[in-house]
């Protein structure tokens, strides 16, 4: 089993709609997570930092389940700008080290 | 605002050759490492440092040797390429340490013939 697992997608949504992502992670002691946004062909970039009590940034939405051990991700009124690759990560407690989704990959259409 | 610089922005090398992939941040962040991703496949760690003259390997660290002897500069050495390692290879860096946010380099893709 894979330490952080995501549906690879790709979610097709068009212009308006709302999308979500979840995640599951193996090491139940993780202590930190995050989703990173990639766009094609470029770097990953911080979209949030996920917090136990849930936290929201805009049109985002990051929710975490300790006890089922998955994250989430929701996306309210996409944008076309919005198409990209959303990564989950995950720090394993007592391991300075991050771990890194395969990714799930959204378009947004018209 | 430079962030994190990688040089060369793509590479291709026959199987043997050696390299060093550049990587420099001017952030004065004390956490560096390199990764790489493969289609399919999540960005995997190859090497971190956790400062100066601190290094330590990840999950896929064999054919590669890295060295951190300033703050500024983590470059990440192929001793003989071989074609498994083709992929693209991310720098990234942190005020200190996994759980902070990390900032990327551009992206170094390399081909292995």
């Known amino acids: 089993r894979k330490e952080v697992e995501q549906d690879p997608g790709p979610f097709n949504v068009p212009e308006g709609a709302t999308v979500a992502f979840n995640c599951t992670y193996s090491?139940?002691?993780?202590?930190?997570f995050f989703w990173y946004r990639q766009d094609c062909r470029k770097e990953p970039k911080l979209l949030m930092s996920?917090?136990?009590s849930g936290n929201e940034d805009g049109r985002f939405t990051a929710q975490l389940n300790r006890a089922s051990q998955y994250i989430s991700l929701l996306i309210r009124d996409s944008k076309l700008s919005d198409s990209a690759t959303y990564l989950c990560?995950?720090?394993?407690?007592?391991?300075?080290?991050?771990?890194f989704g395969a990714g799930t990959r959204l378009a947004v259409h018209p | 605002n430079a962030g994190v610089t990688q040089t060369p922005k793509f590479q291709v090398l026959k199987t043997g050759q050696s390299m060093t992939l550049q990587c420099a941040q001017d952030m004065n962040h004390e956490y560096m490492s390199w990764y790489r991703q493969d289609p399919g496949m999540g960005l995997r760690l190859i090497h971190y440092s956790v400062g100066a003259g601190i290094t330590d390997q990840g999950e896929v660290p064999n054919g590669y040797n890295v060295s951190r002897s300033t703050t500024e500069d983590f470059p990440l050495r192929l001793l003989s390429a071989a074609p498994s390692q083709t992929s693209v290879y991310f720098c990234?860096?942190?005020?200190?340490?996994?759980?902070?946010?990390?900032?990327f380099g551009a992206g170094t893709r390399l081909s292995v013939l």
């Open positions: 090491n139940s002691a993780s202590q930190s």
């Open positions: 990560v995950v720090n394993p407690s007592g391991y300075n080290k991050l771990i």
């Open positions: 996920v917090y136990s």
């Open positions: 990234a860096s942190s005020l200190s340490g996994a759980g902070n946010i990390q900032y």
